[in-house]
């Protein structure tokens, strides 16, 4: 600190109010100021990266170039509030909110029901209304490149585009058009529909320093270049910050810390942009975004040939990062990062750029070349330098260059592998005179294959010069295997696949220079194009209500989410957004960097010497009972993986508590085994629970009597649930009687409340437990939450404070476990008319340290293994692995999109082998009739014929099998692939007593009625569906009725919101309470039939008839005898089918969805734009699991993968780009409520339709190159399996590493 006595005030705005700041902390985010100073909570934290948009905010500042205000997105958790000097915020509440009006943007992505559990709402109504204050009329490419950087977990991403669609020029409609309430008609009390009253600007600020001084850190803002240049010479080693995207994470994660910050935002300088006759000169200080902008402009004024570098810039700047991220990130904080996978740099370097450096002393130019990059001190700038601008020169005639980039999915994700390659020939010639290759992502810096490119020259170019040069580059270009990242083998075979990509390109531009050159044949034409963002169509098809239905009864229609709006504009309340308590302190957790340890001693007296910090929470600090004997709540002794909870610090505020585990000193002795991987369980026999198994039939005497047998091996990696929300709570100790009040994001409130009783050794009854909202839970919240209140509870207890547990994202993922990987055998016997007659699959799971929930998903799984087909002798086998690892939890499917993934691709397996398409294997082995399943259930399948065939027509899935065949023919690096996948998902969980509801409904004297139920709140809808059940049965309108939350005091002894069964069983229970009310008024009623509900319900209070009920539902029955394997488990069935179809790019593993259809039967849907929603959103869930989402470990068992930045959940680009969903014209269950199915979990799986046609598309380049097409089935299908499994010259000229001579960086588990 240098002398805080003269703070500068931080003046700017906020939603047009002034705000001044006096004590600014240079450490805080905007996204801190907004929620904790200004209690500004509609902006949520999700990941404080910067790579999930949850906290997007519009930022205005003037612009002194162009001298005009630039409106732009960021995200509010890598903002530095100090940069915001003189600057306009609009957050989510300035743009519209239900007591006021609400703007277009919030009404639209309501009604069009983009949203479920609402967290990431608010982030990406800002980003549209961003978008908007830009391009009132934006194009559809602008409103996807505006939403690329925000992810949603929830809704599949669909109804957000087509709510953001309604604006664009090509739709120009509201789909609310035509019912006379389109918001767009909402403008007359404003200046525009858009609103921009909000929105008020400080002036131009002076030129004057600004120094804020914080605690630990002071930031400058010098008000001229001269001022800078002074400052970086008197601190040397202090960062500049501009965009702080590369320097915020570094602070955050990796304990960077910097004692002074200069802030260079208000130098004009740094913005210039200059074009000269042979380059264009653009200020470090611009964003990529207006890189963007100038890069477009100069390339639509120059010739083509002089602009070959730029359009290679901006072709890579179009899929860096998210907006907001482009918004911010400046060129020179990008340049002098230095990062290896850096997008820019590549090509920067090989298009021959120089920077333009200037301090005190004055200015000189360096090169931009692979010394700057790999940091060599001769090549580097000095400590007082900084970077003032970078030249980049134009190209000319004869020289040509690209760009090639390869991450896990198109956008938002940074790249494996990334390339810039600029050849020049002597003129008139395909001889090369100048040739630069440069890679990224394959070495700790950009690396240049500067030899490679020498030994090159004069070269012609054709295919010898090509092998010579992949030869070369491989021996230069080299990676070890134990390479940090990994993915060695498939880094190796992109860097000669780029040059061959770039090999062809230059052939194809040569042959257009001049006719003579060779071309290239028509079938490898397909190697040349990049899979372009395309923008997501389709259609959802349900069935309207009966039209004799009265208007007011509103089950059956597509009823808006009960929170949309509030979602939308910033007001519905999450847990963290509860305004801090009274004498409240923070919690954080201090967990084990061991796999397997004792724990020698653990030392807070550091800790405890911070400035805030209250207490450390330990084990003993117990008054109960410290959770189960094998899966502690505190760690005692011994620690059984990496992220097991230790202790707890509590402090003033979150960030004193968090600093404080830092300073914790816990000593282990490491204990062995560690057991991390499936392979490892099974070999130490290592299991959490007896092995379960099934058996149908003779499946020894089958295999003997079956033409064919295949065996095979399925692998399936693990899944984060990735909620947008991450675990956190807030429970509040009352002065009397020892009792609480938990405020809680979970789907089992009960569970907490119990498990913090037992933890405290209070009775249950003192305990309350209150559900509001969930910010999306698919399974983590069911459990886990329960241990984040009690060691809250015990914080809160010990110190006698409230206590608020907020996980970071890091910590969520590192902590929580997710769905369990698996391993599968299978071996299947089949005659050779395609009947399959034996099957016997073993699956093994990963069940991680302690048992939590899989007995019962390995249960779940074995059940639900025989999915849609009927084979008369079968055999399953499942167990559950101990490993060392966190413990694995319930996930949305629960065992079964693992498991029917074996199931299917034995199917695919038998297919191969008999030289059939898979639909065929799988048509011939369906059920077809009443039949019974391996457990003995009797079932009809009628229904999952009629969505396998009306999948099958509505896809026009054979003529499209058939244009595959013919697009597979004509082209050789691109192929095309198309699956149908058939499925039958059991609903429920096994036991009667699982399936109990009760519901709590008071009628107050006017007319007003409060509904309460055992169902959280999860996006799901649950809350929307009651009220229409509550409406249809007290039949009165749904604006009578109002759901307050989910609260253990008046529904008690509930069960998990879980297995698709939620809505199905409270309904039940909604409806009993509601029929008993109106059997109450019935006499009333009918003595007065012309009165009003309210009458009577006056009438009811005069006559002293409780105006109060509970309503109760024993739930389904079900059974399971494990024993002798038979039973009756799930209550009933949801069949379904989809197609996807997707193409490959064989050269680089990247994959483009083409087209998905799906047939849903949802019976009598209770809410159709509810339960498509939910369709839609599980499949791309499931979408995600069997495609990008990757858990890495290393061989110690540290999950690497903690953060969006290395964990890709699909973003709206991966949205398939005709996208059909249909639910089932009405058939008929007696048993749910009003005939509806429970449809939360189903879609999940058939994500895997995707799977299955990449695997399809792989298939057919196997068979054309004539190897082996039964190859290792392995989900997720990321781009690296892919490539490596579309073998060809490049896999096969990549160096391998005997596995034995290296330690790998990371190990697959499954
Ligand atoms: C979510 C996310 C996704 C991303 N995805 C990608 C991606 O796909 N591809 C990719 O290539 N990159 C990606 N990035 C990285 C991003 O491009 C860089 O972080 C960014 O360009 C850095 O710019 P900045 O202005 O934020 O730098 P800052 O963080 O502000 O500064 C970074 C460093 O540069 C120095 N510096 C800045 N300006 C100057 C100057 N004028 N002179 C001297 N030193 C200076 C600072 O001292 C500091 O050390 C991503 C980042 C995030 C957060
Ligand atoms: S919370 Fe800011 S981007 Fe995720
Ligand atoms: S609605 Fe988008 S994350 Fe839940």
């Known amino acids: 600190m240098l002398c805080a006595s003269r703070s500068d005030e931080l003046v700017f705005f906020v939603n047009g109010r002034k705000v001044i700041e006096r004590n600014v902390d240079p450490e805080g985010t905007l996204l801190t100021f907004l929620r904790k100073n200004l209690r500004l909570t509609g902006t949520k934290y999700a990941c ?29 958790c890598l903002m530095p509030i100090c940069s915001l000097y003189g600057s306009a915020v609009t957050t989510v509440e300035g743009v519209g ?23 990431c709402t608010p982030g990406m109504v800002m980003s549209m209304y961003t978008l908007l204050r830009n391009h009132p009329q934006p194009s559809e490419e602008q409103l996807m490149e505006a939403l690329g950087g925000n992810l949603c977990r929830c809704t599949g991403y669909r109804p957000i585009f087509e709510s953001g669609r309604t604006f664009c020029m090509e739709a120009n409609s509201c789909q609310q058009k035509g019912t006379g309430k389109c918001c767009l008609d909402w403008g007359e009390n404003d200046s525009s529909p858009l609103g921009k009253k909000n929105e008020r600007m400080a002036e131009n600020p002076e030129k004057q320093m600004l120094t804020f001084y914080g605690e630990r850190v002071t930031w400058i803002s010098p008000g001229t270049l001269k001022d800078l240049l002074e400052l970086k010479a008197k601190h040397p080693k202090a960062p500049l910050v501009l965009g702080n995207t590369s320097l915020g994470p570094g602070m955050k994660s990796q304990g960077h810390f910097h004692p002074v910050l200069l802030s260079p935002a208000r130098i004009s300088e740094l913005s210039m942009v200059t074009k000269t006759s042979d380059g264009l000169t653009i200020g470090a200080g611009c964003s990529l975004a207006q890189m963007q902008v100038i890069l477009a402009e100069r390339i639509s004024e120059l010739p083509e040939e002089k602009t070959q570098t730029y359009r290679a810039l901006l072709k890579h700047l179009r899929s860096l990062a998210g907006q907001q991220i482009r918004n911010m990130a400046s060129l020179g904080g990008h340049v002098m990062s230095r990062h290896c996978y850096s997008d820019l740099s590549p090509i920067l370097a090989v298009g021959n750029s120089t920077l333009n450096l200037i301090s005190a002393e004055g200015t000189r130019q360096i090169p931009l070349n692979e010394h700057f990059l790999a940091g060599l001190a001769s090549a580097d700038i000095e400590p007082e330098e900084i970077l003032e601008s970078v030249h980049i020169p134009h190209s000319q005639k004869w020289e040509f260059v690209s760009a090639f980039r390869q991450a896990q999915c198109q956008q938002n994700a940074l790249p494996h592998v990334n390339a810039g390659m600029r050849v020049l020939f002597k003129g008139g010639t395909d001889s090369i005179e100048d040739l630069h290759i440069a890679y990224g992502g394959v070495g700790p810096a950009t690396i240049s294959a500067h030899r490679s490119c020498q030994q090159l020259l004069g070269r012609r170019w054709n295919e010898l010069m090509l092998d010579e040069a992949c030869r070369l580059l491989l021996d230069e270009v080299s990676l070890p295997g134990s390479a940090p990242g990994g993915r060695v083998e498939f880094k190796r075979t992109l860097v000669v696949s780029f ?64 929170s949309g709006l509030k979602h939308a504009t910033g007001e519905a309340i999450f847990c963290d957004d509860i305004p801090m308590v009274d004498k409240e302190l923070f919690m954080a957790l201090m967990t084990s960097s061991r796999a397997h340890a004792k724990i020698r001693s653990i ?80 070999n130490h026999n290592s299991f959490l629970c007896p092995e379960k198994k099934l058996e149908q039939g003779n499946v020894e005497e089958a295999f003997e009597k079956v033409d064919q047998i295949v065996e095979g091996e399925v692998h399936v990696g693990g899944q984060e649930h990735f909620y947008m929300e991450t675990q956190r709570v807030l429970v509040i100790p009352k002065t009397e009687d020892k009792e609480l009040d938990i405020y809680v994001s979970t789907q089992d409130p009960a569970h907490v409340q119990k498990t913090v009783s037992s933890t405290l050794n209070i009775p249950i009854s003192r305990i309350t437990c209150h559900v509001k909202r969930v910010g999306g839970g698919f399974g983590g919240k069911t459990g886990k939450p329960a241990v984040f209140g009690a060691i809250a509870g015990v914080g809160a207890i010990k110190t006698g404070h409230p206590i608020r547990l907020v996980l970071d994202r890091e910590d969520d993922m590192l902590i929580t476990g997710g769905r369990h990987p698996l391993f599968g055998k299978y071996k299947v016997g089949f005659m050779n008319n395609r009947r399959i007659k034996a099957l016997d699959i073993e699956c093994f799971i990963n069940g991680g340290c302690t048992l939590d929930d899989s007995e019962l998903v390995t249960e779940f799984l074995i059940l639900k293994l025989e999915n849609a087909y009927k084979i008369r002798n079968l055999r399953f086998q499942g167990c559950a692995c101990m490993t060392n690892l966190p413990s694995n939890t319930a996930f949305r499917g629960f065992g079964f999109p693992q498991g029917a993934l074996v199931t299917e691709s034995c199917i695919t397996a038998v297919a191969a082998k008999c030289g059939l398409p898979p639909e065929k294997i799988r048509e011939k082995n369906m059920y077809k009739a009443v039949d019974k399943t391996i457990y003995n259930q009797a079932f009809n399948p009628e229904t999952l014929i009629r969505c396998w065939n009306e999948c099958l027509d509505k896809s026009s899935f054979h003529s499209r099998r058939m244009q595959a065949e013919e697009f597979n023919k004509k082209n050789y690096w691109k192929k095309k692939g198309i699956a149908i996948i058939p499925m039958k998902f059991s609903v429920g969980f096994a036991a009667t007593s699982y399936h109990q509801a009760a519901a709590l409904v008071h009628i107050y004297t006017d007319g007003s009625v409060l509904v309460t139920h055992g169902g959280s709140e999860l996006g799901q809808g649950i809350h929307t569906k009651m009220l229409q059940v509550a409406s249809r049965e007290l039949k009165i309108p749904m604006s009578y009725i109002h759901i307050c939350e989910t609260s253990t005091a008046t529904v008690p002894n509930t069960i998990a919101t879980a297995a698709s069964i939620g809505a199905d069983v409270n309904g039940r229970a909604v409806q009993d309470a509601c029929q008993i009310l109106l059997k109450r008024l019935e006499p009333i009623i ?29 739930g389904y029955k079900a059974f399971m005898d494990w024993e002798k394997g038979v039973g009756d488990p799930f209550p009933y069935y949801v069949y379904g089918a989809a197609c996807s179809e997707v193409e490959i790019d064989c050269l680089t ?94 879609g999940m799986f058939l994500g895997s339709s995707v799977f299955f046609a990449i695997a399809d598309a792989v298939a057919t380049v196997r068979r054309e190159r004539g190897i082996a097409e039964d190859f290792m089935v392995q989900s997720p299908a ?7 499994a579309c073998a060809d010259r490049f896999t096969e000229m990549i160096p391998r590493d005997d596995p034995k001579t290296f330690k790998p960086w990371s190990i697959p588990i499954a």
């Open 48 to 76: 404080g990266r910067g790579g999930c948009g949850a906290c997007t905010v519009m930022v205005s500042k003037h612009d002194s170039v162009s001298k005009k205000i630039r409106h732009f997105s960021v995200t509010a």
């Open 97 to 119: 909110s239900i007591k006021t009006r609400l703007h277009p943007v919030q009404e639209r992505i309501a009604k069009s029901h983009g949203t479920q559990c609402g967290f």
């Open 499 to 562: 040059l061959f990509k770039f090999y062809l390109e230059v052939l194809q531009e040569l042959k257009k220079l001049d006719r003579r050159y060779s071309e290239i044949s028509e079938r490898f034409l397909s190697a040349l194009e990049d899979f372009p963002v395309t923008i997501p169509q389709g259609v959802q098809t349900y069935q309207s209500v009966d039209p004799h239905q009265p208007l007011q009864d509103p089950v059956g229609r597509p009823i808006m989410h009960l």
């Open 603 to 682: 030392d807070v007296s550091k800790a405890l010497e911070l400035p805030g910090v209250i207490d450390v929470i330990t084990a003993e600090d117990i008054p109960g009972i410290n959770g189960a004997e094998n899966d502690k709540l505190l760690a005692v002794d011994e620690v059984i993986c990496v992220g097991q909870i230790i202790c707890a610090v509590v402090a003033e505020t979150d960030v004193q508590a968090k600093r404080a585990t830092e300073k914790i000193k816990i000593t282990y002795e490491d204990l062995e085994p560690v057991i991390l991987t499936i392979k490892d369980a099974i």
């Open 1086 to 1114: 009918k003595k007065h039939p012309e009165g009003t509900w309210e009458d009577w319900v006056e009438a009811a209070f005069e006559q002293r008839i409780s105006l109060s009920a509970t309503g109760y539902f024993r």
């Open 1149 to 1242: 593993g990247a994959h483009k969805k083409i087209r998905t259809d799906i047939i849903m039967d949802a019976c009598c849907s209770l809410n159709p734009a509810i339960d498509i929603g939910q369709i839609e959103g599980s499949f791309i869930q499931g979408m995600g699991l069997y495609t990008t989402e990757e858990l890495k470990y290393s061989p110690e068992g540290v999950l690497y993968s903690r953060s969006p930045d290395e964990y890709k959940i699909p973003t709206i680009t991966d949205v398939p780009e005709e996208f059909n969903v249909s639910l089932m014209p009405s058939s008929y269950t007696p048993l749910t409520i009003y005939s509806s199915k429970g449809l939360g979990e189903s």
């Open 1278 to 1284: 990321t781009p690296e399996w892919v490539r490596m």
